[in-house]
């Protein structure tokens, strides 16, 4: 499985930004997926996941009403809209995804980094003041 990140830059306080990963996989639909972002100095943590069909999805309480997790099964691709951007959503965004296993007969979500196997290679998201 590769997971590649695109879209990331920088914006202004209050800017939006849409980030995107697309997956090579045989059966994308098979795989519930996720974002992670890691600032500096920090750890990784969750901001977003969804169910293999999207038809559920989860937020961090910090990006609840600001974010929106979606997926394009028919396109290998799932998204991370960003709206309301703020200073400290600055932080490289990773998508990842659980092995094929866990994703079709474990839960819909998972909010733990130790539990995604696959990971992109990161892109930066940073919000200006």
């Known amino acids: 499985v590769q997971l590649v990140e695109s879209g990331g830059g920088l914006v202004q306080a209050g800017g939006s930004l849409s980030v995107s990963c697309a997956a090579s996989?045989?059966?994308?639909?098979?795989?519930?997926m996720g974002w992670f972002r890691q600032a500096p100095g920090k750890e990784r943590e969750f901001v977003a996941a969804?169910?293999?069909?999207?038809?559920?999805?989860y937020y961090a309480d910090s990006v609840k009403g600001r974010f929106t997790i979606s997926r394009d099964n028919a396109k290998n691709t799932v998204y991370l809209q960003m709206n309301s951007l703020k200073p400290e959503d600055t932080a490289v965004y990773y998508c990842a995804a659980p092995s094929r296993l866990r994703s079709l007969y474990g839960s819909r979500w998972y909010p733990e980094p130790y539990q995604y196997a696959y990971w992109g290679q990161g892109t930066q998201v940073t919000v200006s003041s």
């Open positions: 969804i169910s293999r069909s999207g038809g559920s999805t």
């Open positions: 996989v045989r059966i994308f639909s098979d795989y519930v």
